[in-house]
């Protein structure tokens, strides 16, 4: 009987060990296939089958502060340890349901809805951005959230495309791509299609697009693919198989930025002089460290996109829900806005709570109520 009960254990140890390969298999995705790695070698920031960065970061705008962390002598194991440790901070939120998704969309709106997750209305589209409501990682325990979002997955309705800036998961996740695949439209990164195709999204919803691809949704609105300096894999196998993208939206009315992720550099300057200004930026200011200081944008080095962008608002994004940066959750927005001061461009910062609604009036004015913190 002790025996037939080490058998049932090792059983259901063996069981258990092939359900979670299966859901790491299924979260991982589709890998980009040798057909397409050969249309890529035609792009000149693709080489040797993988993208890369040809812009250069530009220097002299990393944090300086005492508090920033240093995890140079880290680790892995000591580094997920630190992520427990961190205590939570309260954010404002507005909670929503699926009554604020049954009127006609906005004419120019954002919901900041947590880390990189924008609503965005623009020319009566909604428009939802790296949408994730769960774990940044295959794993889901791994990487804790502060808070959650202001809304379920199952109350999001009536989207009409789904914006990817690069394929990691705090930016793509499985589930809510499959909640959408048969309502929404989908506009990602090159590589990326064969991922949400994975998952049951039929190749006609997808859109790729490389950096100056353009996708015209209709006579007023229109997606365009900019650089970022940045990177993508999903496991430990396919570093910068698929691309990674800001994105530029634009209305009759408005200029839209979306960063995306990565660090400050030359691209900007490219983006600044072709497109000359605009309404709002969204921009990332947190997970950044000095151990990966070309990875994500520092808060000195969002507040100098602002200027180069000339941006009437900055809505900082990727920020208050993962501590990927091995800071306190809300250190980097605190040091956001001490920047902006310094900068004289405080006004410019758009602090929305999580769920709050940004309206654009006619002259693409601001306007919310409660801040975040």
């Not at 959650?148 to 789904?162: T, V």
Request: positive net charge; glycine residues 6%.
């Amino acid at each position: 009987m002790h025996m037939g009960k080490k058998v049932i254990a090792f059983l259901l140890s063996i069981l258990l060990i092939f359900l979670i390969l299966g859901y790491i298999r299924d979260e991982k995705g589709r890998r980009v296939t040798p057909e397409q790695k050969k249309e890529f070698e035609k792009l000149p920031y693709y080489k040797n089958g993988k993208f890369f960065n040809p812009y250069k970061p530009i220097e002299g705008y990393k944090n300086t502060s005492p508090k920033e962390e240093n995890v140079e002598t880290l680790n892995l194991f000591k580094m997920l340890w630190k992520l427990r440790k961190i205590k939570k901070v309260k954010i404002n939120k507005v909670e929503l349901s699926i009554k604020d998704f049954e009127q006609e969309p906005d004419d120019f709106s954002v919901r900041w809805l947590g880390h990189a997750m924008v609503l965005l209305e623009a020319s009566n589209k909604r428009i939802l951005i790296d949408p994730v409501f769960g774990s940044p990682s295959p794993i889901p325990f791994i990487v804790k959230r502060n808070t959650k979002a202001p809304l379920k997955r199952k109350y999001l309705k009536n989207i009409d495309y789904i914006l990817i800036t690069h394929n990691h998961y705090d930016h793509l996740e499985r589930k809510t791509i499959q909640k959408f695949r048969k309502t929404s439209k989908f506009i990602v990164p090159l590589g990326v299609g064969v991922v949400l195709e994975g998952w049951g999204v039929d190749k006609n919803r997808i859109t790729e697009l490389g950096w100056g691809d353009q996708v015209i949704i209709d006579d007023n609105l229109k997606i365009t693919a900019e650089p970022a300096i940045h990177m993508s894999n999903r496991w430990i196998n396919d570093f910068n198989e698929t691309l990674w993208n800001s994105y530029v939206i634009q209305t009759n009315k408005s200029n839209i930025f979306c960063a995306g992720d990565g660090t400050y550099g030359e691209h900007i300057d490219m983006i600044a002089q072709k497109y000359k200004n605009f309404d709002i930026a969204m921009i990332e200011s947190d997970a950044w460290n000095a151990s990966w200081k070309y990875m994500h944008m520092f808060t000195r080095e969002s507040i100098e996109v602002i200027k180069k962008l000339n941006a009437k608002y900055l809505l900082p994004v990727h920020w208050g829900i993962f501590d990927l940066g091995m800071h306190d959750f809300d250190l980097s927005i605190h040091m956001l806005e001490d920047e902006a001061k310094n900068a004289g461009l405080y006004d410019k910062l758009l602090l929305p709570a999580m769920g709050e609604k940004v309206l654009f009036d006619k002259d693409n004015n601001a306007k919310y109520t409660i801040k975040s913190l």
